[in-house]
């Protein structure tokens, strides 16, 4: 074909490709439009058009292409740029279509083999005109969308004012929910509807709403059932985690993460969405299709789920006002009930106070000052004023209960007479029974058919009768009636009780005159007794007070001495403290004494003696003193002198030596002279005592310390000696303590062979590591943890610390030393609780020596054999501490089965000095006797180089002292075994 034929040609095909794009509407149709021409062309392989590239993977695309991640960032930078770029690979070119209202691009394929630079310029004139069609197909169809868009908008809104109208309506709620499932319907496929709500606060929902094609049947029948009863349904999982649910049964199955029930018959598709207030759940909307063409949408979700919380909020608007009226009208017909029983209770009120009146009128005249008659009169007319008693009559029992007798009578019919023998009528009916009576003819015939009453009534046949008995404690003593002759004045149960008060008031009356004369006739005979009593009173009181002057002094006095007691002299310190307070210039004094020795004389002499001695001392004491002083015996022989006032301590000191020298004058008690001594403690007493006790206390403490001082002396108190009795009670809170906190240590202190210093054994020695006071030696706790009772305790802590620790260190050529005290010594089992320690330590007995001294030999030197015989034949050695200091009887150091002897410090602290030859001369006596008996000697003590040589030179070969180690844990000398190992 020529180029004049080829020309027609092409102006052929454009002109197709025109109309083909002026009939295209919709971005689709032109993309298929621009795809075919550009197909066309020789160059191009295949072509695409895309748009809405705004997120991958929800582009639009024609033909259908998916576009691989790579290629997003080609595409985008030419949207962003406007002109063609081609690929990586570069077989193709990406050209933008047009930029508004969004970027659309056309995406061509090169044959291989064309020219890349020409397929830009050969496209150009066509897309620039295709650009335009679609970017107002573009445009169209974003006006379309937003057009539907809006039209759904108002389709909602109308829907949801509809709802809101029906909820602020008058129709009730079936008509209200009807009118919801019609609006719902207008918005999507709700054939199939129901709405459940939640009651949280009881757990229960409620199918307020069922409509279903399938199952006509509301479950729970429209009322209240408990949440449970749906558990696991579609629906309860909806209710439960307040999310949506969509889909076939397969769908729906993977959406939950439990089983699946299932209700009622199986759908074809399901939607159901929570009814949601303030993020919780209040209930459920659910639609369904039966029909397998009618599915639901993520639209269709969206909107239910919006329309669902304004339901919710239609619903509770609704059944609040539903609510608010129910209660409006409970309310109304409350207060209308309440407005009735208020009316009553008015009326009641009105008649209450008007009683009250009355019976008020009633108890006034029961005390008024009139006579009896009047009393009467005026008590009827106030119960006329309440009741018909226009006949009314009183009667009362004569003193012998034989007679009636009617003091006040009114009858509008008969009286009665004025007093009758008792029979069997209805008066006596009442006094024999002693409980009201009502009654009419009726009631009165039957009674008389039971015998209780008499036939024949006595008086007049009245149509309604009534009595109340008149009592008196429990005592009847008359009746007042009332009776009525006409039928429309019978009496009722308030006209009983009215007379009853009226009967109580009138007894009253009675016994209140009756008491009167009585109380005037008891007043005579009183005030004579009165008389004669007072006589008898007067002598009684007399005698009391003699009585009770002797028991005050047998009370405040010793009824042995007839001194003061300890009570009075404390009342007596206790005055004299008072006037101190007021005046602080002023002082006591007060002298505790004991007489010493005093229970030697009872032991020696018996009792009677002693009492001799006690009364003679009591004397002696007495002249000792001037008024107002005094002197009190406390207890046994034990008393105290107060001086109320001393100028100065001189004063009190003169007394004390007077009483020392007045009681060591000769005594001859029972055939005997004695010559009693005693101990005096002084206390002074000025304004910084609160109490006599504190006063007796600071005496007593001056007291001990002159017997601690070797008695027949007096002591003074001073803050020294109260602060070592406080310092004792501390330190033994202390020492129990430390017991329980394990605060006590051994330290050790080495023995030495002297002629190379190897150490052979150690002297286990007792320190307490005080949290307050650091580390303290035995000198500083010893004596007081004796005084205590402790130190038993506080040794085998001890002696079970210090066997533990040598068996868990070092090797086992050592011994080691304790000192044993006589206490334990004389203990019968002190040898086998040894040993049980050491079994439980196990520490071999051939390392252990005990330490005894020579007095706790001499303390029963039998017993102390016999144990250290037992523990010698186990392995445990003695050394005898101390030696040279005491007795040193010969007699029981060869007889005893000793390994050591300890020559005290005392003999090797003289070694080093110039000219000393008796120690020397002891030492070497001590070492030839030791070396005689075959017992080794351990020198105590060595200081210094000289002690050493010279006790070497003398043949000791064993010592122990600061020169050679001072006292440590053992920790210092010794390493654990498994550290030597």
Wanted: hydrophobic residues 40%.
């Amino acid at each position: 074909m020529n180029d004049v034929d080829a020309k027609p040609a092409s102006d052929s095909m454009h002109l197709i490709w025109l109309t083909r794009l002026i009939a295209a509407n919709t971005p689709e149709e032109v993309a298929k439009v621009i795809v075919g021409v550009v197909l066309d062309r020789p160059s191009c392989k295949a072509a695409s058009v895309l748009w809405s590239l705004d997120e991958p993977g929800k582009h639009r695309s024609i033909p259908l292409a998916a576009i691989d991640a790579d290629d997003w960032t080609w595409l985008y930078a030419v949207a962003t740029s406007g002109t063609p770029q081609w690929s990586r690979q570069g077989d193709r070119v990406a050209l933008c279509l047009c930029e508004k209202p969004e970027p659309a691009l056309l995406v061509v394929t090169v044959h291989p083999g064309h020219e890349r630079s020409s397929v830009p310029d050969d496209l150009k004139a066509p897309i620039v005109l295709a650009g335009q069609y679609l970017r107002r197909a573009l445009e169209w169809s974003e006006l379309q969308y937003s057009h539907q868009q809006l039209e759904r908008s108002e389709t909602l809104q109308r829907a949801l004012f509809a709802i809101s109208d029906l909820a602020g309506s008058d129709r009730d709620m079936p008509d209200m929910l009807r009118g919801i499932h019609a609006i719902v319907s207008t918005l999507m496929y709700a054939e199939n509807f129901y709405i459940v709500q939640l009651y949280r606060e009881r757990n229960t929902i409620r199918f307020l709403y069922f409509v279903d094609v399938e199952d006509p049947v509301s479950p729970g029948d429209g009322q209240d059932m408990p949440l449970q009863e749906i558990e696991h349904s579609l629906t309860w999982y909806v209710i439960n985690d307040g999310k949506a649910r969509m889909g076939t049964a397969e769908q729906l199955l993977a959406q939950v993460s439990g089983p699946v029930i299932q209700i009622g018959p199986d759908s074809h598709d399901w939607l159901g969405v929570p009814m949601l207030r303030d993020g919780q759940p209040g209930g459920a909307l659910v639609v369904q299709s039966y029909q397998p063409g009618i599915s639901f949408t993520r639209e269709d979700l969206n909107l239910l789920e919006f329309v669902g919380s304004h339901i919710l909020t239609a619903l509770e608007r609704k059944q609040t006002k539903e609510d608010l009226e129910r209660r409006v009208q409970l309310r109304t017909l409350q207060l209308a009930d309440a407005n009735r029983v208020l009316q009553l209770e008015v009326l009641e009120r009105q008649r209450a106070e008007h009683l009250q009146t009355a019976l008020f009128r009633i108890a006034q005249l029961a005390t008024a000052d009139i006579d009896q008659d009047e009393f009467y009169r005026r008590v009827h007319s106030v119960v006329g004023e309440l009741l018909n008693a226009e006949n009314f009559f009183i009667g009362l029992l004569s003193d012998d209960r034989l007679k009636l007798t009617f003091p006040y009578m009114v009858d509008a019919f008969k009286l009665p007479p004025t007093s009758r023998a008792l029979g069997r009528g209805l008066s006596e009916y009442v006094l024999h029974s002693g409980i009201a009576l009502r009654a009419d003819n009726a009631d009165i015939e039957q009674m008389e058919v039971l015998g209780e009453i008499a036939p024949g009534r006595t008086g007049s046949p009245a149509l309604c009768w009534l009595g109340v008995p008149l009592i008196v404690g429990d005592e009847v003593i008359g009746l007042v009636t009332v009776q009525s002759y006409l039928e429309e004045s019978a009496y009722g149960q308030a006209d009983q009780e009215l007379l009853t008060f009226v009967a109580t008031q009138i007894a009253n009356s009675l016994t209140r005159r009756r008491s009167a004369e009585s109380l005037r006739r008891a007043y005579e005979q009183l005030e004579h007794r009165v008389e004669e009593r007072t006589q008898a009173l007067r002598k009684e009181i007399i005698e009391r007070e003699r009585i009770q002057d002797q028991l005050k002094h047998q009370v405040m006095h010793d009824s042995l001495t007839g001194l003061p007691n300890r009570g009075y002299l404390r009342d007596r310190i206790d005055r004299v403290l008072n006037i101190i307070r007021h005046d602080p210039q002023r002082r006591l004094a007060l002298l505790y004494l004991d007489v010493d020795r005093f229970k030697i004389i009872n032991d020696s002499l018996g009792h009677l003696a002693g009492d001799e001695v006690l009364k003679e001392v009591s004397a002696r004491l007495a002249s000792c003193v001037r008024p107002p002083d005094l002197v009190a015996r406390l207890a046994g022989d034990e008393f105290a002198i107060l001086l109320e006032n001393v100028e100065d301590v001189s004063v009190a000191t003169a007394v004390a030596q007077r009483v020392l020298d007045a009681l060591g004058a000769p005594m001859p008690i029972a055939g005997k002279e004695l010559q009693p001594t005693a101990s005096v403690g002084i206390a002074i007493g000025d304004a910084h005592y609160h109490d006599a006790d504190e006063v007796l206390r600071d005496a007593d403490i001056a007291l001990y310390r002159a017997k601690d001082l070797g008695r027949k002396r007096f002591e003074l108190f001073d803050e020294t000696l109260a602060k070592n009795v406080v310092d004792v009670l501390a330190m033994e809170v202390d020492l129990r303590h430390a017991m329980q906190h394990e605060q006590f240590e051994p330290y050790f202190q080495p023995i030495c062979r002297l002629d190379g210093g190897h150490v052979v054994g150690y002297e286990a020695l007792i320190r307490w590591n005080h949290p307050q006071r650091g580390l303290l030696r035995p000198a500083d706790f010893l004596k007081i943890a004796e005084d205590s009772g402790l130190i038993e305790e506080i040794d085998w802590r001890m002696f079970g610390l210090s066997c533990g620790l040598l068996a868990s260190h070092g090797s086992d050529d050592t011994f080691m030393t304790f000192n044993v005290s006589a206490l334990h010594l004389r203990r019968g089992d002190f040898d086998t609780r040894l040993i049980q320690l050491l079994d439980k330590t196990g520490l071999p007995p051939s390392r252990l020596v005990a330490e005894v001294t020579e007095g706790a030999l001499l303390d029963n030197p039998e017993l102390v054999r016999g144990t250290l015989d037992r523990l010698r034949s186990i392995g445990v050695g003695a050394a005898l501490d101390d030696f040279g200091t005491g007795y040193s009887s010969l007699s029981y150091l060869h007889s005893l089965p000793l390994r050591i002897l300890k020559i005290d410090r005392a003999f090797v602290l003289e070694l080093d000095k110039d000219g000393n030859t008796n120690s020397t001369t002891v030492v070497a006596a001590i070492l030839a006797l030791a070396r005689a008996l075959n017992i080794k000697v351990i020198a105590e003590g060595i200081e210094t180089e000289a002690q050493r040589d010279a006790l070497l030179a003398m043949g000791c070969e064993m010592g122990q002292g600061y020169l050679l180690g001072r006292p440590a844990p053992i920790r210092q000398w010794l390493e654990p075994h498994a550290a030597t190992s």
